[in-house]
């Protein structure tokens, strides 16, 4: 499955880009709950990922695993994206978790029923799978599709809107997704 994310992103424009900021996405699982609830990665630019930490003990101890830390990331990535790792003893900022509104429950998923056009859509995607030869991996990935599917119904009637250029949901006052605006 990550293959193919890879050649997904390697067709867009700037997939470069794209795969930086996709490096913030799995910080916290490069490193660990530990790690991750005393840092929080910042920003990726030019193949350097900022990450502040909580203290100047936790940006010594990750410098010292900083060679590994690139080379898990860069494993997720598919590709030599991350080059190195600043660590800076700034203290965290933890987000408010977002509003309910924003991540239904299971059970909210489950009781979206798909307009005909959607599932048209969603027939026409279940139908790619075809050529996946290993019934596990077409299985998760058919339950996958069918609930971003059924996600991205819910989010439209709650307010959520669709990027004019890629197509993608996102709750933003801009006209453009985060993506999008990045590439420019």
Known sequence: MASSLVKAIGGMANPALIRESLALAYWARTVGEQAAAATEASHVRDGVLYVRTKSSTWSHELQLHKATLILNLNRLLGGRIIRDIMFRAQGIERKAPPPPEE????????????????????????????????????????????????LRHWR????????????????????LCPICRLEG
């Open 156 to 175: 439209l009637e709650n307010g959520w809107k669709l990027c004019p250029r890629c197509g993608s949901t996102h709750k933003t006052p801009q006209n």
């Open 103 to 150: 991540n239904p429950t299971e059970e909210a998923i489950m009781a979206v029923i798909l307009e005909p056009a959607e599932k048209d859509e969603l027939r026409k995607r279940l139908e790619g799978l075809i050529r996946i030869e290993d019934d596990h991996a077409r299985t998760a990935l058919a339950r996958r599709i069918t609930l971003d599917m059924k």
